[in-house]
């Protein structure tokens, strides 16, 4: 599995639309490839580094869920209890003013009604910003908003799984990185991976979009879809920083690909092989989503490939993180993959992933 997956790594390189990148892919338990390209630090001419450690941004997402999973596992939460129950000050109301009944399920689906962006609210921010708020002060703030909609009624991406970590943080006690690293981090040897940063050297240089891409700046503003994204690199070391459930782990290759095998094959432990199989379902119904996909508790899942315009086989699992990253987990060609890279917004959302996934399932077959 090497050929058109080397010629396209190569090409975003020699393209200068992807600055330095890693890729890893098993195949029923085996690492079938796995290749470093392009620059760690490109101004300082250093290559980029087997295994070196990025800002996860929503690829922290899967990981607490699958830590609020293992919680559900124990009786320690449930997936269909209302969440003011756990944190009684996150009681936001609908648009009429009725209480909105959110649940465990509805957080770790986005259904809840919730938004990513409140420009009505300046003051509140998201995991990939600077701020020295705690999760119940930034979040009491999302909770005077009314809802965007009645939850369950339909789908839309936001800052659920921010919520889902100030639940877990407050009924496991600590922090939510305390949580993440009791259920899921801890027990699965993921050991560079958590809200810090386990070797600074280690850390790679993120990059902002451009003709070439650019160094980040702190904050700095990359446009994208739905307006720009604004990231603050420096927010991985703050001490008062909420941590951010929903985008403020780092992490390496190697650990997210460890934490992928193992949901791939039933939870390795630390969730229940049911509860994978749920997580692997859909969840939200029938309400509108991209077509020929789906969402279960970890991420999209392609229900019509064809429709989905996907190469990978129905019930695959992906998602990414607007750092320069994409995953997914197949678990009919028993595949997962982690491509990660230094580059926003490229990495995630533009063509590079795209074509990575293509080469890989070209190989494939």
């Known amino acids: 599995m090497t050929s058109r997956i080397d010629a396209v790594m190569d090409a975003a390189i020699a393209n200068q639309t ?15 490839y796995r290749r470093t390209a392009g620059w760690f630090d490109r101004e300082a001419g250093a290559p980029m580094i087997d295994n070196a450690i990025y800002r996860l941004a929503s690829v922290t997402k899967p990981i607490v869920a699958a830590t609020a999973l293992a919680m559900v596992d124990e009786g320690l939460i449930g997936l269909h209890e209302p969440v003011k129950q756990y944190i009684p000050w996150f009681a936001p109301r609908l648009q009429d003013g009725r209480e909105g009944a959110i649940t465990i399920h509805h957080l770790l689906t986005h259904t809840a009604g919730l938004s990513y962006g409140y420009p009505q609210d300046p003051e509140i921010t998201t995991g990939l910003g600077q701020t020295e708020r705690s999760l119940q002060e930034n979040f009491s703030r999302v909770a005077r908003h009314p809802l965007a909609y009645v939850p369950g009624s339909a789908w839309q991406y936001s800052v659920a799984i921010d919520v889902l970590g100030a639940v877990l943080a407050q009924v496991h006690g ?13 027990p699965l040897g993921m050991t560079e991976t958590g809200f810090f940063v386990a070797d600074e050297s280690r850390l790679a240089k993120p990059y902002a979009d451009g003709v070439p891409p650019t160094p980040m700046t702190d904050p700095q503003a990359v446009e994208g ?12 070391f703050s001490k008062t920083a909420f941590q951010s459930g929903g985008a403020g782990m780092a992490g390496t290759p190697a650990d997210v690909l460890r934490f992928l095998e193992a949901m791939l094959n039933g939870g390795g432990g630390v969730v229940s092989r049911d509860t994978v199989a749920a997580a692997f379902s859909n969840q939200i119904g029938e309400v509108e989503r991209e077509a020929g996909q789906r969402f279960g508790y970890f991420g999209a899942i392609v229900d019509d490939p064809v429709a989905a315009g996907s190469p990978s086989a129905k019930g695959t699992v992906n ?6 990253h994409s995953w997914l987990i197949d678990p009919a060609n028993g595949l997962s993959l ?13 063509r590079y992933p795209k074509d990575i996934i293509q080469a890989v399932y070209a190989e494939l077959t």
């Open 319 to 324: 998602w990414g993180g607007v750092y320069g």
């Open 225 to 236: 879809d739905n307006g720009p994204v604004v990231f603050s690199p420096s927010r991985i």
């Open 338 to 350: 982690i491509s990660m890279s230094n580059t926003a917004l490229e990495g995630c959302t533009g």
């Open 174 to 186: 600590g922090t939510l990185g305390d949580a993440v690293k009791a259920h899921v981090t801890g």
């Open 18 to 32: 992807i600055v330095g990148a890693e890729l890893a892919v098993a195949r029923h338990g085996d690492i079938v």
